[in-house]
């Protein structure tokens, strides 16, 4: 029986190698470049092995593996032998832990330089396919003489990724930035945060390798980020134009959010969320059977929670904010806890440790109610009080005591 790695050897000494799709800069031979391979032209009988190759200077490798007709359409399975030839040198990359081994078929094989060093870096994915694919990327860094390529950082089981911000249904893909190449990805969690996979792109975000591992560069790159800012920024205003398309808002005002956090706009980025608040921007979608819940309050906990516009919020906690998505949870809790409905704020203010605000409440039938509420601070949050008690014993502080409480 010929093993794999035998056949590995002699297929890939055989083979006139194929010329790659690449992006090959014409400046010194060291300079930071990538070029890669997608195996998906492939059409491969099941069961028998084929090679693909890639070429980066004067580094080369070759993927080996029997077609698969497991996936449409039909690739290389994964995970399979590599090699790489350098001249008179070559080593043979350890095989990633892979736990997902049914269905898997190669998705990219890249070699890339990230600085001007000798030996490029390796990136292998694989492809779990389906409507969101699941990549599954290793990456691989020359070590030394003695020891060769070794996996530096493998995405291929549960909990890997150090809580980089990198996204499985994306993997990995090089591009230049600049004289620079990076691994692009996007933020993966936002699809948790708008509740609709389709409805709007997650950031960007832009990764090297250094030191061994992957290292998020994004913040280096403003005027990617400022472009990706304004393409979510029109997206949200043709959303907004449109009675069907609002249902989809959410998901580019919070790319567009997020994006404004990391050009340190957080201040505007924050008014003109509660500007869209007020002018009912995102009911639509508040309503419907999808929903999860009030938009603004879980965009204002989500930024900080996975690291955007966090030295905003912190500030803004340490002071209790009189803000739209620091005041709305407290009044939307009192009225589920009466079983109403909050509905939206049309007016607020703030003195002390005390907030006046008027209030949309609806019920079960349809109906809708303005009403006056008091809230009072209660340790990092607002709660609702009963506003006759506080006004009665002189509590409200004078420049909000008329409107809490001879109005309503």
């Known amino acids: ?17 194929p010329i790659p799709t690449e992006l090959e800069a014409t400046v010194a031979h060291l300079t930071p470049r990538y070029s890669c391979v997608y195996p998906g032209d492939q059409n491969p009988r099941s069961g028998h092995p084929v090679a693909k190759s890639v070429r980066l200077g ?12 497991n996936n449409v359409p039909p690739g290389l399975k994964y995970p399979g032998a590599v090699r790489l030839t350098s001249g008179a040198n070559s080593w043979t990359l350890p095989p990633p832990a892979n736990p997902h081994t049914v269905y898997v078929e190669l998705g990219l094989l890249c070699l890339v330089r990230f600085v001007s060093e000798q030996h490029p870096e390796v990136l292998l994915e694989g492809n779990a396919g389906g409507a969101n694919p699941d990549f599954i990327p290793t990456l691989y860094d020359y070590a ?23 996204n499985a249904s994306a993997g ?27 409805c709007g792109g997650p950031p960007t975000r832009l990764f090297t390798f250094r030191d061994g591992h992957l290292v998020d560069v994004t913040l280096h790159y403003a005027s990617m980020i400022g472009a990706e800012a304004k ?16 249902l989809v808002v959410e998901g580019p005002v ?14 505007l980025m924050w008014q003109t969320v509660e500007r869209l608040e007020g002018e009912g921007a995102f009911t639509a979608v508040e309503d419907q059977p999808i929903s999860q819940g009030l938009f603004l ?21 340490s002071a209790l904010p009189c803000t739209t998505p620091a005041i709305v949870p407290a009044l939307a809790s009192a009225f589920k806890s009466y079983g109403g409905t909050f509905k939206g704020l049309e007016r607020f203010a703030c003195d002390g440790p005390y907030a006046w605000t008027v209030a949309d409440e609806g019920d079960n039938q349809g109906n809708l109610d303005t009403v006056v509420v008091l809230l009072k601070a209660a340790g990092m949050s607002w ?26």
């Open 58 to 69: 004067g580094y080369r490798a070759t993927y080996i593996a029997p077609g698969t007709t």
């Open 383 to 408: 709660e609702v009080v009963n506003r006759g008690t506080y006004c009665s014993d002189g509590s409200v502080p004078p420049a909000i005591y008329a409107d809490t409480c001879t109005s309503g």
């Open 231 to 246: 393409s979510a920024w029109r997206e949200a205003q043709k959303a907004l134009g449109s009675a069907s398309e609002r």
């Open 172 to 198: 990995f893909t090089p591009e230049m930035q600049g004289a620079s190449v990076v691994l692009r990805s996007d933020d993966g969690t936002f699809f948790g945060l708008v509740g609709c996979y389709a």
């Open 297 to 317: 309050p879980r965009l204002f906990s989500f930024l900080p929670d996975h690291g955007y516009c966090t030295g905003l919020m912190t500030a803004q906690k």
């Open 1 to 17: 029986m010929i093993t794999m790695m035998a056949l590995l050897v002699t297929t890939a000494t055989a083979l006139a190698a």
């Open 144 to 166: 030394s003489a003695a020891i060769g390529y070794q996996v530096a950082e493998e995405f291929t089981t549960p909990g890997a990724g150090r809580d980089l911000r990198w």
């Open 254 to 267: 919070a790319q567009w959010a997020a994006d404004q956090c990391e050009l340190g706009d957080a201040t």
